[in-house]
C-alpha cells in the first residue's frame, strides 16, 4: 500500500517537473520571438531615425542663403586688418558668460581696435535654444546676420545692444519686433531687417556656423582665442596679459 | 526580492528617459556634444548623435515596462560604460566639456562636479543593470504579464515566495501551478 501511494507520488511530482519544463520551454519560445520582434523594430526605429536626421542636416546644408560681408570661418571682423593680433570670440547671444566677458571687455577691447592693435572675429553661434522659450538663440544670430549683410558697419552697435538686453535663460526672448528695432536704432535698414527676421533667411546658416565653430574645436560658450591660442578664462586682466604679449611677440 | 528588480528597473529606465528625452529635442546639439568628446571619427558622429537618443528612449521604454528586461540590461551595461569611459577620457584631458550626457553642450567654468555626478550615476546604472541581469524577474512587468519569465532554477527565495503568494505575475501564466 505505502509502496503504491509512493508511486503515486513518484509520478505526481514526475508529471509536476515535465509540466514546470514544458512551461519553461514555453516561456523560452516566447522569448525568443518577442525579443527577436522587439530587437527588429528598434533596430529599424533608430535607423530610419538617423536617415531622417541626416537628410534634415543635408538641406540645410544645402540652403544656399549666407549673409555677405563675412571673413573666413563665418567671422564678422571688426577692426583694422593689419592690426597685429587678432582676437577670435565665440559666443552665442543667450549665453549669461558670454554676456559677463563682453561687460568685463567690451571697454578695452574698443580701445585697442581703435588703436589698431586688435582686430577681431566674431563668430557667433547658436547653441542655447534649449535655453529658451522661444528659440533666441537661433533668431538673434539671425538677425545678426541679417545686419551684417545689409549694414556691417552697424554690427559693434548691435552686438552691444544684444547683449545689454540679453533675456533671462530658460525664459523668453526678446520679441522679433525688439530685436528689428535695436538693428534700425544700430543703423541697419528697417525694411530689409523686418523681412529677414520674420521669415528667418538665415537660420540654415546659423546651423552651419554653429556646426562649422563645433568642428574647429567650440566645446562651449565664450570662447576667446588670441592669435589662435585659447585664453582659458577670459577675465579683464587675463584678456589684457594675452594680447600684451601677443603685441611683444609680433614686434 | 522582486521589488529590487522593478526598482532598478524604474531608476534606468528613468535616468534613459530623461537624458533620452533632452538629447532627442536637439539633435544638432547632441551630435555637437558627442563631437566635443573628442573620440569618435567625423563620419560616423551624425549617425551616433542621432542615434543615440533613441537608443535611449527605447531602452526607457523597455525598462519601464519590464518587457525584456534581461535584454535590455544587458544593453545598458555597454552603453553605460561607453558613458563612463567617455566621461572619464575627457575629464583626465582636461577638457572642459559639460558632459553632454542630458543633452548639454555647453561649457561650465567648473567640470568637474559634472564629470563626478556622470561618472557616480553611470556606475549606479551597470550596479542596476548587473541585478537584472542575474535577477531579471520583477514585479509589475510585461514579461510576467506576457508569459515571457524564465523563473530561476536556483533561488529557493523566490521560489518560496512563489509558494505563499497568489500575485499572478510572479508565476508562469501558462497555468502550471496548481
Known amino acids: ?251 | 526580492m522582486r521589488w529590487v528588480g522593478t526598482a532598478a528597473r524604474l531608476v534606468i529606465g528613468a535616468v534613459f528617459a530623461f537624458s533620452g528625452f533632452t538629447k532627442v529635442v536637439d539633435i544638432d546639439g547632441t551630435i555637437r556634444a558627442v563631437r566635443a568628446y573628442q573620440l569618435l571619427p567625423e563620419a560616423i558622429i551624425p549617425t551616433i548623435g542621432a542615434g543615440l537618443p533613441v537608443l535611449e528612449l527605447a531602452l526607457a521604454a523597455l525598462l519601464l515596462t519590464g518587457l525584456l528586461t534581461r535584454v535590455a540590461a544587458i544593453i545598458t551595461v555597454p552603453l553605460s560604460a561607453a558613458f563612463f569611459l567617455g566621461v572619464a577620457s575627457a575629464w583626465a584631458r582636461g577638457l572642459s566639456i559639460e558632459c553632454g550626457c542630458f543633452g548639454n553642450g555647453g561649457l561650465t567654468a567648473n567640470p568637474v562636479p559634472g564629470y563626478v555626478r556622470e561618472l557616480v550615476l553611470n556606475t549606479v546604472l551597470m550596479i542596476a543593470a548587473g541585478w537584472l541581469i542575474r535577477r531579471p524577474v520583477s514585479r509589475w512587468s510585461l514579461d510576467a504579464a506576457l508569459g515571457l519569465q524564465i523563473e530561476p532554477d536556483l533561488d529557493p527565495d523566490d521560489f518560496h515566495e512563489h509558494d505563499d503568494d497568489d500575485d499572478a505575475s510572479t508565476s508562469n501564466s501558462i497555468g502550471v501551478q496548481q
Open chain 1, 1 to 251: 500500500m505505502s509502496s503504491g501511494s509512493a508511486t503515486r507520488e513518484d509520478r505526481q511530482a514526475k508529471a509536476a517537473a515535465m509540466r514546470a519544463q514544458a512551461a519553461k520551454a514555453e516561456a523560452r519560445r516566447r522569448m525568443l520571438i518577442v525579443t527577436g520582434a522587439v530587437l527588429a523594430v528598434l533596430l529599424l526605429g533608430i535607423g530610419v531615425f538617423v536617415v531622417v536626421q541626416n537628410a534634415r542636416r543635408e538641406t540645410v546644408a544645402a540652403d544656399a542663403a549666407t549673409p555677405g560681408n563675412l571673413g573666413p570661418s563665418n567671422s564678422i571682423v571688426v577692426g583694422d586688418a593689419s592690426a597685429p593680433v587678432t582676437l577670435v570670440t565665440y559666443e552665442d547671444f543667450q549665453c549669461p558668460v558670454c554676456n559677463e566677458f563682453e561687460q568685463l571687455n567690451t571697454t578695452q577691447i574698443d580701445a585697442w581696435v581703435k588703436a589698431g592693435t586688435v582686430k577681431v572675429d566674431y563668430r557667433p553661434v547658436s547653441i542655447l535654444d534649449r535655453a529658451s522659450e522661444d528659440n533666441y538663440s537661433t533668431r538673434s544670430l539671425n538677425a545678426v546676420a541679417a545686419l551684417v549683410n545689409s549694414t556691417p558697419s552697424a554690427f559693434p552697435a548691435y552686438h552691444k545692444a544684444l547683449f545689454a538686453e540679453q533675456p533671462a535663460e530658460n525664459g523668453p526672448g526678446l520679441t522679433d519686433q525688439r530685436l528689428i528695432d535695436l538693428a534700425v536704432t544700430a543703423g541697419a535698414p528697417k525694411a530689409a531687417m523686418t523681412t529677414a527676421v520674420k521669415n528667418l533667411t538665415y537660420k540654415s546658416w546659423t546651423v552651419r556656423a554653429t556646426e562649422q565653430a563645433s568642428k574647429d574645436g567650440l566645446t562651449g560658450t565664450p570662447r576667446v582665442l588670441v592669435n589662435g591660442t585659447e585664453v582659458k578664462e577670459p577675465t579683464a586682466a587675463n584678456l589684457k596679459a594675452a594680447v600684451d604679449a601677443a603685441v611683444a611677440a609680433a614686434k
